[in-house]
């Protein structure tokens, strides 16, 4: 996967992080926080990587 | 009387009735991702519903097409793009941990298991599969040979038991079959035993190799099974359309584009938002995540609103959970919370997808 930013967002009810928007292989998604995601693995593993950040939410 | 006695044809005991077959849209029927259109997958994503396309260095379509082998109507078709000798290149299916714990694997009651499939080639010779678990640290290679080019042929391998190593029994990767197309030797084994490490396929997969490298090279594939045992059983056709693309929406479930309908409810949460909830038609394999083909396609309508400035502008997850959950979709303007309405999907077919592959 080619992922080139991500995002937090929160949840419009509680205001907490509940999902991150991501560009991923040129594509824009809304990936969970769910470990069992394949995109949210591969975003976690990104964000390892220096100079790479999962910006926080607004 | 045993119900062995019960399940005859012809005074012969049929055995293993029932779903038998491992393996998810074996007959390429479903593609909800690229449809009949040869795409050029970007490595690391799916084509055809629940098959992985991996590779790197060279490329390839993968296309949906009804080229396929007496009692079979569809097959995968990958097609070669380019001549560069790939660092690593496969497809494959990965298999949830829940669906292959009657296996056994890696205790002492695992049981044998065999694979088959037809396949066709515009390039012969030696080819290879890997089985692997999920941690990606053991791997039965095994060859198989493409007799005469382009024309179908029906390959079966049997895996003896594995009764160790780490092999996962939950919703995640439990076992993975590999499709060698060309890999290193770097990324292969010896064949027919079970090897410590990460392999795509069998040492000497010559066939492959040349296939990789060859542009306009064709490779079809269909009617794949795995089932427990040693015998290789005609494909199963038990399962109906319908079931098979239920069985794929547990991975991946897509809104069909569709233009001139409504494809979401809800009501207005302010006056740029508006909050929708979906429901899956089953209960999805984790999480899924969203995509949509192309916003701008999607007008929300509510009551008691104008009717400019409710092109969407952004639709995104909010309180999502396998089952299904919320869906928001933002507005530049002029909606009134609290009103009800829909999401429509406008002028061209776009589609919203979920995706919780493995």
Known sequence: ?58 | MPLSKIQTTNNQVIPNLGRRNIIINGAMQISQRIGTTATAITGGNYGIDRWGMYYDGNSYTTQQVTDAPAGLYNSMKLTVTGTTTPNYSFFGQRIEGLNVNHIGLGTANCQSFTVSFYVKSSVAGVYSISMTNGAGDLAYPVQYTINSVNTWERKSMTIPPITSGTWVKDSTNGLYLRFNMGSPSSRTADADGWRSGNFDGANGSTGGVSWATTSGATFYMTGCQIEVGSVATPFEHESSFGEQLALCQRYLYTIPPTSGQYVLNGWSHSGTVFITIIEFPLTMRATPSLAVGDISQFDVYTSGAGTANRTATGIGLNGMGPVGGGINVSCPSNLTAGFSGGVYNSNSPSYIRFDAEL
Do not use: C, F
């Open chain 1, 1 to 58: 996967m080619n992922i080139k930013s991500a995002k937090y967002i929160k949840n419009i009810i509680t205001n907490v992080n509940d999902n991150i928007k991501a560009i991923i292989d040129e594509q824009e998604m809304s990936v969970p926080l769910d470990p069992a995601n394949r995109h949210y693995v591969a975003i976690l593993e990104w964000a390892k990587i220096d100079g790479n950040t999962i910006e926080e939410a607004d």
